[in-house]
């Protein structure tokens, strides 16, 4: 059982930046695909970004050249970096984790999920 929790969420302006960060438990971290989604008032889930155990990372065409996604294994936590932000970022951001070296944009591919950090992003 992996325990994923999230911090770093916020208001900024928009242009601002945030970094968010998602600890996990759990002995075989380097061994699991990271992956961050989001979820806006009335919208679907969304894949963001992902970093599968070979460290190759993938984004979303609305946050690429943004948002990067890195992870740390020794300290077990993953991050994700948001610069040039804007409102449309505006969404609850979830960190997840697959039990493998390779996933999707799918999150029905994510064994665990955080419960979430809220990110507000003004105009």
């Known amino acids: 059982q992996v325990q994923l929790v999230e911090s770093g969420g916020g208001s900024v302006q928009a242009g601002g930046s945030l970094r968010l960060s998602c600890a996990a438990s759990g002995r075989t971290f380097s061994m699991y695909v990271m992956g961050w989604f989001r979820q806006a008032p009335g919208k679907e889930r969304e894949f963001v970004a992902n970093s599968w155990s070979d460290r190759s990372t993938h984004y979303s065409d609305p946050v690429t050249g943004r948002f990067t996604i890195s992870r740390d294994n020794a300290k077990n936590t993953a991050y994700l970096q948001m610069n040039s932000l804007k409102p449309e970022d505006t969404a609850v951001y979830y960190c997840?984790?697959?039990?493998?070296?390779?996933?999707?944009?799918?999150?029905?591919?994510?064994?665990?999920w955080g419960q979430g950090t809220q990110v507000t992003v003004s105009s």
């Open positions: 997840a984790a697959a039990g493998k070296m390779w996933a999707g944009r799918t999150a029905g591919e994510y064994d665990y």
